[in-house]
């Protein structure tokens, strides 16, 4: 396993601006994702954070929207841009390595937009 | 693409019973069910996985069960505590880590 923080852990932002997420990790990891948690809801993957490359979208989120960066193998950001209410939500990142299935969460940063 | 469906949505049993939940898949290349547990204000953790060559894997107090010809898997947690309290969710993978996951199940241990 690894261990897995966030920054910030929470924040209240205001509609129209942009916060970034940082995630870091004890230690390398091959693989890392971006996951959104609506209140009460389930985990929805946003996009692999993918090193010295673009980061790779699921349906329904674009690059303008959630940019993402993985300079090196222990450290995203996310992104999220222009927001609005509906972006509140618990970002949640992951790690795994090549060849385990295995993923491991961070505490998550709770975001609500007013 | 991967559907997975976990039932029941909540469930509530006194202390010392036994918990069930059950979750079914839709795509048979998914060999790799994964059980977080989520707790008020924190990230999921793993507590428990299973691969499609095994039929069932136990961990202290919690145990799962795969059957992979009815595209369905369980989890369950004898002799329940309090502590055991909290959003439990399952997935299925399909070996590509795109991990889907189920809607999850909130589970109340009363006293």
């Known amino acids: 396993s690894a261990v897995i923080s966030q920054k910030p852990s929470r924040d209240i932002c205001q509609r129209g601006t942009s916060l970034t997420i940082q995630c870091q990790v004890d230690?390398?990891?091959?693989?890392m994702f971006w996951y959104r948690q609506q209140p009460g809801q389930s985990l929805t993957l946003i996009a692999t954070?993918?090193?010295?490359?673009?980061?790779?979208?699921e349906s329904g989120f674009v690059i303008d929207k959630f940019p993402i960066s993985r300079p090196n193998l222990t450290f995203s950001t996310l992104t999220v841009s222009n927001m609005s209410p509906e972006d509140s939500s618990i970002y949640l990142c992951?790690?795994?390595?090549?060849?385990?299935?295995?993923?491991?969460f961070g505490p998550g940063t709770r975001l609500t937009v007013l | 693409g991967e559907n997975v469906e976990q039932h029941p949505s909540t469930l509530s049993v006194q202390e010392g019973d036994s918990a069930v939940i059950k979750c079914t898949y839709s795509?048979?290349?998914?060999?790799?069910f994964p059980w977080y547990k989520q707790e008020l204000g924190k990230g999921p953790q793993l507590i428990i996985d299973?691969?499609?060559?095994?039929g069932e894997k136990k961990d202290q107090r919690i145990a799962v069960t795969l059957n992979k010809t009815a595209k369905h898997f369980s989890l369950h947690i004898t002799e329940t505590q309090p502590e055991d309290s909290a959003v439990y969710f399952c997935?299925?993978?399909?070996?590509?880590?795109?991990?889907?996951f189920g809607a999850g199940t909130r589970l109340t241990v009363k006293p």
């Open positions: 230690s390398q990891v091959t693989m």
């Open positions: 299973i691969r499609s060559n095994v």
């Open positions: 997935a299925a993978d399909d070996n590509n880590n795109d991990m889907r």
């Open positions: 992951s790690v795994a390595w090549t060849g385990d299935n295995e993923q491991f």
């Open positions: 795509d048979s290349a998914s060999n790799y």
């Open positions: 954070a993918n090193q010295g490359s673009e980061a790779t979208y």
